[in-house]
T-cell receptor, first 114, second 112 residues
Framework: EPEVTQTPSHQVTQMGQEVILRCVPI?????FYWYRQILGQKVEFLVS????????KSEIFDDQFSVERPDGSNFTLKIRSTKLEDSAMYFC????????????FGDGTRLSIL | RKEVEQDPGPFNVPEGATVAFNCTYS??????FFWYRQDCRKEPKLLMS???SGNEDGRFTAQLNRASQYISLLIRDSKLSDSATYLC?????????????FGKGTKLSVKP
């Protein structure tokens, strides 16, 4: 069964540094998403991406964050000037079509900011 | 009303028991609903999609009551492997591109 893959599985970074989280969505999917989950809290939407541009973003997704699809397979989340409160699990997801469709999640990147 | 609200549990049940989880949502325009399960420190995994009044898949049954904005998940004949957190998920209000709103989840622990 096709799956969403994410790298790295765990990233440890000093506060103030930049990190790039990588995702390879399912190949025939057209919609891509990033979510985060702070330990003990619920999963929160960050951003959706379709047709090479951001289609929707949450209040969390401020100027510190950016997304990119640098080639035909990868989908990245960049976090600049990381803060302690950015420590969380970051999940990438994809869906074949958009609204009303289930999304399939990667196994996440655990980001730890020191 | 919160966007998605669930009883946090935990539900501690013996193997073989039937257990039901409830979820209420605020967006009356929602057309689709999902139940995901999440094991500790793992990704959410799709359990069931609900588009009409309900859905059934083996031991799992989801029911939707649009008038009350209420969704339920019933698990029959619980297995040890059903122990997980069950997430009620609803599409967000704003856009058409499908961001999902997650409940905080209901924790289930099935004991031998």
């Amino acid at each position: 069964e096709p799956e969403v893959t994410q790298t790295p599985s765990h990233q440890v970074t000093q506060m103030g540094q930049e990190v790039i989280l990588r995702c390879v969505p399912i190949s025939n999917h057209l919609y891509f998403y990033w979510y985060r989950q702070i330990l003990g809290q619920k999963v929160e939407f960050l951003v959706s991406f379709y047709n090479n541009e951001i289609s929707e973003k949450s209040e969390i997704f401020d100027d510190q964050f950016s997304v990119e699809r640098p080639d035909g397979s990868n989908f990245t989340l960049k976090i600049r000037s990381t803060k302690l409160e950015d420590s969380a699990m970051y999940f990438c997801a994809s869906s074949e079509t958009g609204y009303n469709q289930p999304q399939h999640f990667g196994d996440g990147t655990r980001l730890s900011i020191l | 009303r919160k966007e998605v609200e669930q009883d946090p549990g935990p539900f501690n049940v013996p193997e073989g028991a039937t257990v039901a989880f409830n979820c209420t949502y605020s967006n009356s325009a929602s057309q689709s609903f999902f139940w995901y399960r999440q094991d500790c420190r793992k990704e959410p995994k799709l359990l069931m999609s609900v588009y009409s009044s309900g859905n059934e898949d083996g031991r799992f049954t989801a029911q939707l009551n649009r008038a009350s904005q209420y969704i339920s998940l019933l698990i029959r004949d619980s297995k040890l492997s059903d122990s997980a957190t069950y997430l009620c998920v609803v599409p967000g209000r704003g856009g058409s591109q499908g961001n999902l709103i997650f409940g905080k989840g209901t924790k289930l622990s099935v004991k031998p």
